[in-house]
C-alpha cells in the first residue's frame, strides 16, 4: 500500500474516533419522579444508596435507574438492549417482582433535557408520563 493510502487510512480512523467519541449515550442513572417538588418524600439516601421510601408511591412515585438495573416500589428490572434515536431511548427490559417474573416489556422514553424525560407506552400512545431526575 502506498504512503498516500496509509495516510488516507490513518486520518479516517482517527475521525471516526473522533466522532465516536463526542457522541454519548444519554446518561440515564438516576432517581426519576413524576413530581420534583417532591423528590425528598419519594426518595431517600443513605450511605450513598438511593431507595424508595416506604410510601413513595403517595406522593407520586418514580424509579431508581443504576447502570442495567430499574427499580420501582413494585419491580425490579434488568435492561437487556438499550437503542437510542435522536431524542427517544428505547429498552428492552425483564422485569420481576416478589412473586412473578414478567415477559420482557419495551420502554419508550422521549429525552426532553438531561434532566426530564418523558416515558409512553407501545399499545397506548396517549399516555405519556414525565418524569424529573431528582438531585440527591
Not at 22 to 38: I, V
Request: hydrophobic share 40%.
Amino acid at each position: 500500500m502506498s504512503t498516500s493510502g496509509n495516510i488516507a487510512r490513518m486520518l479516517s480512523c482517527t475521525i471516526i474516533v473522533l466522532f465516536s467519541s463526542n457522541s454519548r449515550a444519554f446518561e440515564f442513572d438516576g432517581a426519576w419522579t413524576t413530581d420534583a417538588a417532591k423528590c425528598v418524600k419519594v426518595f431517600v439516601k443513605k450511605s450513598n444508596r438511593i431507595s424508595m421510601t416506604k410510601h413513595a408511591d403517595l406522593f407520586g412515585g418514580g424509579f431508581i435507574v443504576e447502570g442495567n438495573r430499574i427499580r420501582g416500589p413494585v419491580a425490579t428490572c434488568k435492561i437487556n438492549s438499550r437503542k437510542e434515536e435522536g431524542d427517544m431511548l428505547h429498552l428492552i427490559a425483564s422485569c420481576s417482582t416478589e412473586i412473578s417474573i414478567l415477559s420482557p416489556m419495551q420502554l419508550d422514553i422521549k429525552i426532553e433535557d438531561t434532566n426530564n424525560i418523558v416515558r409512553f407506552f407501545s399499545n397506548f400512545s396517549e399516555i405519556a408520563i414525565p418524569y424529573t431526575r431528582c438531585a440527591l
